[in-house]
């Protein structure tokens, strides 16, 4: 079983940026963002496969980086140019092959985001 462990939430106002990072107790295939905010269904963010592919919503392109570091089997996710539409609760989730095929088999408990106006 894999463990994952979110950090770097926090409270911003718009405009600002947050960098949120996810580390891993083990490896994994593909890793990927969420986010969910209240009333709302759960969102696609960003995700990485360890071979360097990434893949982002149009939500958030151009503000939003995912960004990996395969060694301490962590990820990141820099967002810039931050709206209040944003917030969210920020989860990190795991995959041992392709998501697409398989879903995600771990989640982290999540990183509240709060960005204010």
């Known amino acids: 079983q894999v463990r994952l462990v979110e950090s770097g939430g926090g409270s911003v106002q718009a405009g600002g940026s947050l960098r949120l990072s996810c580390s891993a107790s083990?490896?994994?295939?593909?890793m990927g963002w969420f986010r969910q905010a209240p009333g709302k269904e759960r969102e696609f963010v960003a995700s990485i496969v360890w071979n360097g592919s990434t893949n982002i919503a149009d939500s958030v392109k151009g503000r939003f980086t995912i960004s990996g570091d395969n060694a301490k089997l962590t990820v990141y996710l820099q967002m810039n140019s931050l709206v209040p539409e944003d917030t969210s609760v920020y989860y990190c989730?795991?995959?041992?092959?392709?998501?697409?095929?398989?879903?995600?088999?771990?989640w982290g408990q999540g990183t509240q985001v709060t960005v204010s106006s």
């Open positions: 083990g490896r994994t295939v593909t």
């Open positions: 989730a795991a995959a041992l092959g392709s998501p697409t095929a398989t879903g995600y088999h771990y």
